[in-house]
């Protein structure tokens, strides 16, 4: 599995459903990654991987385009890739395995607008060029207009990936909207920085923080009071069915047409959806990842 920002805990329960797969089939599991949010460190770490040939690669791309290449090298080596989470349409991928991104944002919309009384003024963060972030900013702007006639979407801010420039971004949506009612971030570094932009602000009660995954520290922030909620993903479901379908792929387990591997018919669904989750302060700890 070759992830980036390798140390995030959302890829441990995800890393968690591919080796529970793997032990089905008797398979050794290996987790790597890129450990920035960085284009050329996870294409070298991906190169590194094809090298040694390996049975298999579920990926998650940090740049789809960027990642094509590598992708269709190893896949023209043999190796049955199954991309998952974040998406390289441009490669030749059998499968996508992640949230249906645009009406995860659908979600986060009605959660947020449920928390402001459905009127006011609200942003959303998230980091332009990674398919998934944007997919989910698109639907919960989507969400608002068509939904919620009372609330604006006045800012849409555009971070790195990372908290700290999450929160520069938040800080500045915050000074330049003083009435602003509610922020959505697109993952959970983006909802940690929205929070601490939020705190320094001394707005804690009127800026309500709605964000995505489910990180250990976003669930004690929402514990805490400091966010109303998280749209989590099913990260479990992404590892285990890309290790399942890998291995489909890879001994040929499934015959959808007589020859389809020669005339290049995919044998595999082209995307699966594995679902989210409203987390709460009711039942956040049910989702607490396991150190």
Do not use: C
Request: charged share 20%.
């Amino acid at each position: 599995m070759v992830t980036f920002m390798s140390g995030l805990e959302f890829w441990k329960s995800t890393f968690k459903g591919f080796q529970d797969a793997g032990k089905l089939y008797g398979i050794k599991t290996v987790y790597t990654g890129a450990q920035q949010f960085d284009i050329n460190q996870q294409v070298s770490v991906l190169e590194e991987v094809i090298a040694k040939k390996p049975a298999g690669i579920a990926i998650t791309a940090v740049n789809g385009k960027a990642l094509a290449g590598p992708i269709n090298k190893a896949i023209a080596q043999g190796i049955p890739v199954v991309v998952f989470d974040s998406d390289s349409p441009d490669s030749n991928r059998n499968i996508i395995v992640q949230t249906g991104n645009e009406s995860a944002g659908r979600v986060a919309a009605d959660t947020l607008a449920k928390n402001i009384g459905s009127s006011g003024e609200v942003a959303v963060l998230y980091v332009a060029g990674t398919p998934t972030l944007e997919q989910r900013a698109a639907g919960f702007k989507a969400e608002m207009q068509e939904k919620y006639p009372n609330i604006k979407v006045v800012a849409s801010g555009n971070y790195s990936g990372e908290q700290m420039d999450a929160n520069k971004a938040a800080a500045g949506i915050i000074q330049a909207n003083p009435n602003l009612k509610g922020i959505f971030a697109g993952n959970s570094p983006g909802a940690l920085g929205a929070i601490v932009a939020v705190k320094e602000a001394n707005k804690k009660n009127q800026v309500k923080v709605v964000g995505f995954d489910a990180d250990n520290s976003l669930l004690d922030a929402i514990k805490a009071g400091d966010a109303v909620a998280t749209i989590a993903q099913g990260s479990y479901n992404m590892g285990y069915w890309s290790m399942n379908f890998l291995f489909q792929e890879k001994h040929e387990l499934m015959n959808p047409v007589d020859g389809w591997k020669k005339n290049g018919i995919n044998p595999l669904p082209s995307y699966v959806d594995t679902g989210v989750n409203i987390i709460t302060k009711d039942n956040a700890d049910l989702f607490y990842t396991k150190k």
